[in-house]
């Protein structure tokens, strides 16, 4: 059975104190691994794809690293903006297109 | 360009009432899915529509949960009769192609009394 754990499962952070949030994934192949970033009474804001083992993508101050079995998102000296819960999603290769979801890492930078 | 919409943003219903969720995806994208988030757990895949025609239902939990999508277009999300298990964030996602990155509206909070 495809499963993604995120972890950890909350992190508090001071403005300027760099971390990272890890997904482990176990899928039947792996099609991408998506992230997504997901304020309070909104929906998923998409912000990477990662399709192969040793991408890295970046925007503004997080970036995205992808290994066979896991994905990282990188924080570089966070602000209280980047306060959000951050989700992946594992879609596996085949004939499904569905993505199995982690249940996500909520993160609170505090000033 | 505008992004997926969903209608309504909340609901309250009592047991064994019926409610239609609706979702409008990115124009152009032949790929709708629903989800449903319960408190504390993670998203879960409901269905999948590659224009009207269903692709995958299998995250349907049973008979009382109706998905459309007439012409391709705008999709609803039938509960009939709602039971108090069904409460949660129901999500509407769209892609361009089956395996493309999926966009996410912002979701209906439903909550069955």
């Known amino acids: 059975e495809d499963q993604v754990t995120q972890s950890p499962e909350a992190l508090r952070l001071q403005e300027g104190e760099s971390s990272s949030l890890n997904c482990s994934y176990t899928?039947?192949?792996?099609?991408?691994l998506f992230w997504y970033r997901q304020d309070p009474g909104k929906g998923p804001e998409f912000l990477f794809t990662?399709?192969?083992a040793g991408e890295e993508k970046e925007k503004e101050r997080l970036k995205a690293t992808l290994t066979k079995k896991e994905s990282f998102l990188h924080i570089t000296a966070p602000k209280p903006e980047d306060s959000a819960t951050y989700l992946c999603?594992?879609?596996?290769?085949?004939?499904?297109?569905?993505?199995?979801f982690g249940r996500g890492t909520s993160l609170i930078v505090h000033p | 360009e505008a992004g997926v919409t969903q209608f309504p943003s909340h609901s309250v219903i009592e047991k064994g009432q019926t409610v239609t969720l609706r979702c409008d995806p990115i124009?152009?994208?032949?790929?709708l899915y629903w989800y449903r988030r319960v408190m504390g757990k993670e998203i879960k895949f409901l269905l999948h529509?590659?224009?009207?025609?269903?692709?995958?239902e299998s995250g349907m939990p049973n008979n009382r949960f109706l998905a459309e999508r007439t012409g391709g277009t705008y999709s609803t999300l039938k509960v009939q009769p709602a039971e108090l298990e069904d409460s949660g964030v129901y999500f509407c996602?769209?892609?361009?192609?089956?395996?493309?990155?999926?966009?996410f509206g912002p979701g209906t909070r439903l909550t069955v009394l």
């Open positions: 996602a769209s892609s361009q192609g089956p395996g493309g990155t999926q966009y």
């Open positions: 899928v039947s192949g792996l099609r991408g």
């Open positions: 990662l399709y192969s």
């Open positions: 999603a594992a879609l596996p290769s085949g004939g499904s297109y569905i993505p199995t």
């Open positions: 124009s152009g994208h032949d790929n």
């Open positions: 529509f590659v224009k009207e025609s269903k692709q995958d």
